[in-house]
C-alpha cells in the first residue's frame, strides 16, 4: 500500500532584509494511513514551519509533499489542522463554531450536520452544543476544537502542539481524550510537541529533528509493553522510559 503522506528532499528557508536562513533542510519521510507520527526537536528547528508545508499554507524552498500521490501545491480540505489555541469564536455557540469549517465549505448537508451531532453526542458535548465556549473548560474546548476538525472528515490531522495551553493535569487527560478519539476515528496524524512523554505515549513513530537548520536525526518506532493502549496507560509501560531515555540522548547530541 502506498503511503498517505510522502515528503521527499524538503528544504525551506526563511528570508529577511538581513539574509537567509536555513530552517529545514533535506527533509524525508512517509506516513502510512492510520498511522500517528509524533515530531520532535529543539526549540526554533522548524517543526510548525514543517506543518505549515504540509498543509500548504506555505511552499517548499526545494523538494516535493504529496498526498495520495498528489503534490500538495495548497491547502486541501483533506487536510484537518489543529492549532496551540482553539480559536473558538465566543459569539457562537459551540455547536455554531463546530459547524463553521462546514458553513465555509459549504458543505453543510444533512449528512454532514448529522455526523456533527453525532460526534458531539459520542464525545461528551452534546449537552454543551449550546453554550458559549467561556462556559466550557480547557479540555472541553480542545475536544470542541477537535470534533470541529473531525467534522469535515478529514484525511490528515496535523496537531500543533494542541495540549501546551493547558495546564499538567488537564494536558493528561485532554491527551488521552483525543489520541482515542484520533484513534477510533482512524485518522491519520501529525503531532508536534516538545514534551518527550506525549510523544511517546500518543505515537507510532517518533521522528526526532535536529537543532536549525532541522534536520531528522532519527525516526524511532515506538512498541510498547502494553495492552489496549492508550495515551495514558502508555506511560506505564514497562519500556516506556527507555524511549524517553534515547529520544533525549538523541535531543542533546551535539555531534
Not at 476538525?149 to 478529514?154: F, G, I, Y
Not at 510498547?224 to 495515551?231: K, S, Y
Not at 527507555?242 to 529520544?247: E, H, Q
Request: proline share 5%; glycine share 6%.
Amino acid at each position: 500500500m502506498d503511503p498517505l503522506l510522502t515528503l521527499q528532499n524538503i528544504c525551506y528557508s526563511y528570508h529577511t532584509p538581513d539574509g537567509e536562513t536555513l530552517a529545514l533542510e533535506n527533509i524525508s519521510f512517509t506516513v502510512d494511513e492510520g498511522e500517528f507520527i509524533a515530531i520532535v526537536g529543539p526549540s526554533g528547528c522548524g517543526k510548525s514551519t514543517l506543518l505549515n508545508l504540509i498543509c500548504g499554507l506555505m511552499k517548499p524552498q526545494s523538494g516535493e509533499i504529496a498526498l495520495h500521490g498528489e503534490p500538495v501545491t495548497h491547502t486541501r480540505p483533506e487536510i484537518g489542522y489543529m492549532l496551540q489555541k482553539d480559536h473558538l469564536f465566543e459569539w457562537r455557540t459551540v455547536y455554531r463554531n463546530i459547524l463553521l469549517g462546514l458553513e465555509i465549505q459549504h458543505k453543510c448537508t444533512p449528512e454532514n450536520i448529522a455526523r456533527a451531532d453525532a460526534l458531539l453526542e459520542t464525545y461528551g458535548l452534546a449537552s454543551f452544543k449550546n453554550s458559549r465556549p467561556s462556559q466550557l473548560s480547557g479540555g472541553m474546548r480542545q475536544r470542541a476544537a477537535l470534533i470541529r476538525t473531525l467534522v469535515l472528515d478529514p484525511n490528515l490531522l496535523l496537531l500543533d502542539e494542541p495540549f501546551s495551553a493547558l495546564d499538567y493535569q488537564t494536558r493528561l487527560s485532554v491527551c488521552d481524550d483525543i489520541g482515542i478519539i484520533i484513534k477510533k476515528e482512524k485518522k491519520t496524524a501529525v503531532l508536534v510537541t516538545h514534551d518527550l512523554s506525549e510523544a511517546i505515549s500518543t505515537a507510532d513513530r517518533v521522528i526526532v529533528l535536529s537543532k536549525r537548520p532541522g534536520k531528522i536525526r532519527s525516526i524511532i518506532p515506538i512498541k510498547l509493553d502494553i495492552e489496549d493502549r492508550t495515551p495514558f496507560r502508555s506511560r506505564n509501560a514497562p519500556n516506556f522510559k527507555d524511549y524517553f531515555n534515547l529520544i533525549w540522548k538523541e535531543l542533546n547530541c551535539h555531534e
